[in-house]
């Protein structure tokens, strides 16, 4: 009785205001044609005036109230003319199987069967008071009852066969509908997949063409973020040399945040590096998260989350996590799928990085091995060339006092035979101390 009364009750249903006003108009230009006809002018202005209002109240949001008072007052007039005039034989009684199509139109099977059970009994009674003699009009004499009853059957037939049409439209209306949601359905997981084939390439583009470590995690989260729809998205990773876990990407509460490091072995991140293991969480997100230490680091409550870990070589270095703050049942097994494809590849990724980063320092290290070696070349040459002068000068003398020494001999001059001797000797001894300076000077070479 409350939704009878009440604005906009049925309104939610599509064909409210696509049904019910048409056949109001249609209904009160009728009525208003047969009263310029002159046929029951009165009554027909009177019908026409009720179905103008419950126009009004069709397009005010009352529609349950317009079509029953629209279909009750129609049939309380079209009844009086059937009763005031010529019964069964009277033009009216075709206005009574109007009602009843009009009552499918307006109100459904349930109203077809109302208006129908209620002209059934109508016409029957009143063929059963005539043929008493309690009604009486000018064809009363040429009406039996069995008229009477052979028009119940056909206005039965008419309700019936009209429910079984309005069943059958329903059917078919509800199959169209489930098809056209499937297909919808269907479109929009097409639609998702997409976009997740786009994200997937979108990131292998970024995991090619990106050599630097962080640009290469910002990007691809950036990415993720928007290809998932997620709330919140961060990429962690662990630094086994500090043993703390960085986040080089981290989106939450609607704006990138600053890298905040968190100690390994404290929170959800942890656990899901320690296990090597992608966890879903669709309910109860908040009992479920607490058995792994999670940490709350969004201001607004999570709904479903998504991590998965990222494995190079069997270790898992970090971790990818989503989180959805609007509803509840937000990631599917595709999600996990997609989600575990994207963090394999960015392992390979940051792995490469690694080994870049890695060759560049070595190639780094080289570089100033060649340069320190090119230094100690040129040290070497110019210590052996000064080497080399040092030595030749104490054998010059030498050789040069050997002449000295055989002409002293000869001549019999045995004090500069002496003297010829000494600086011999002098000689040896300066080539012998240059001989121990130079080993000295190359033992550090050799070890």
Do not use: C
Request: charged share 20%.
């Amino acid at each position: 009785m409350k939704q009878l009364f009440s604005p906009s009750s049925d309104s939610k249903a599509p064909a409210s205001q696509e049904v019910v006003i048409p056949v109001l108009i249609v209904s009160a230009i009728s009525a208003l044609v047969l009263a310029f006809m002159d046929i029951n002018r009165i009554q027909m202005v009177v019908v026409s005036i009720i179905f103008f209002l419950t126009l009004l109240l069709a397009y005010r949001g009352y529609f349950i109230f317009a079509r029953w008072i629209s279909l009750l007052s129609a049939l309380v007039i079209i009844s009086s003319l059937f009763y005031q005039n010529y019964g069964i034989r009277d033009t009216a009684a075709i206005g009574l199987v109007v009602v009843i199509i009009s009552a499918g139109l307006l109100t459904g099977r349930t109203g077809t069967m109302v208006i129908g059970a209620l002209i059934l009994g109508e016409v029957v009674i009143f063929g059963f008071l005539e043929s008493l003699g309690v009604i009486n009009n000018k064809f009363s004499a040429s009406n039996n009852f069995t008229d009477y009853l052979t028009s119940g059957i056909a206005i039965l037939l008419v309700t019936i066969l009209q429910s079984l049409t309005i069943s059958l439209l329903n059917k078919n209306i509800t199959k169209a509908k489930q098809e056209l949601e499937e297909r919808i359905k269907t479109e929009a997981q097409l639609q998702k997949r997409l976009v997740e084939l786009n994200a997937v390439s979108g990131v292998s583009k970024t995991l090619i063409t990106k050599t630097n470590l962080r640009n290469l995690i910002e990007d691809t989260g950036e990415q993720m973020r928007l290809a998932f729809n997620a709330s919140n998205l961060f990429i962690a990773i662990h630094d086994p040399l500090t043993n703390l876990i960085h986040f080089p990407y981290d989106y939450k509460d609607d704006k990138k945040q600053a890298d905040l490091p968190l100690k390994f072995g404290e929170g959800m991140t942890s656990k899901i590096i320690e296990m090597k293991k992608t966890i879903l969480i669709n309910r109860d997100w908040s009992t479920i998260a607490a058995q792994y230490n999670v940490i709350h680091r969004s201001t607004k409550p999570v709904k479903s989350s998504l991590a998965a870990p990222i494995i190079i070589r069997d270790k898992a270095i970090g971790i990818i996590s989503m989180d959805n703050t609007e509803h509840e049942d937000a990631f599917t097994e595709n999600d996990i799928r997609l989600l575990e494809t994207i963090t394999a590849n960015l392992a390979v990724a940051i792995d490469n990085t690694y080994l870049q980063e890695s060759l560049k320092r070595d190639l780094v290290i080289q570089g100033d091995l060649i340069l320190e070696l090119e230094t100690k070349n040129a040290e070497l040459e110019r210590f052996t060339y000064t080497a080399s002068h040092d030595l030749k000068s104490p054998l010059i003398t030498i050789r040069g006092y050997l002449g000295y020494l055989e002409k002293d001999a000869y001549a019999g001059n045995f004090e500069r035979l002496k003297t010829d001797i000494q600086r011999i000797a002098e000689a040896t001894d300066k080539m012998q101390r240059l001989l121990s300076e130079l080993l000295e000077l190359s033992r550090p070479m050799r070890e």
